[in-house]
């Protein structure tokens, strides 16, 4: 069964920094084609945080997270790091992994993505 499952949520203070993991089982990420991030704040809609084209190995991300965000893999540990410093209250959201099997030219539409976790939670306290 694949399953995907974020970690390395948390409290954190403004300007405070955190690292969420995406691991995968039942098959590698590279078996993906691409991987994102996306979240959800309280009272909000889903929005993409940022994704990667996993052959290319080409990211992108939100206007709102550039310079401050980063997206990475670890083959060797089968997971996607989402690096997120400077962190501001209105990060404050459920973090979310996702994966397609289908390669497409954009990364932001979630519902390109068949694959979910069950989200981890951020918390940036003013």
């Known amino acids: 069964q694949v399953q995907l499952v974020e970690s390395g949520g948390g409290l954190v203070q403004t300007g405070g920094s955190l690292r969420l993991s995406c691991a995968a089982s039942?098959?590698?990420?590279?078996?993906?084609?691409?991987v994102g991030w996306f979240r959800q704040g309280p009272g909000k809609e889903r929005e993409f945080v940022g994704g990667?084209?996993?052959?290319?190995?080409?990211?992108e991300l939100a206007d709102s997270v550039k310079g401050r965000f980063t997206i990475s893999r670890d083959n060797a540990k089968n997971t996607v790091l989402l690096q997120m410093n400077s962190l501001k209250p209105e990060d404050t959201a459920v973090y979310y992994c996702a994966a397609a099997e289908t390669l497409y030219n954009v990364l932001r539409k979630a519902d390109l993505y068949e694959y979910w976790g069950q989200g981890t939670q951020v918390t940036v306290s003013s």
């Open positions: 990667i084209w996993w052959s290319a190995g080409i990211t």
């Open positions: 039942g098959r590698t990420f590279s078996t993906y084609r691409m």
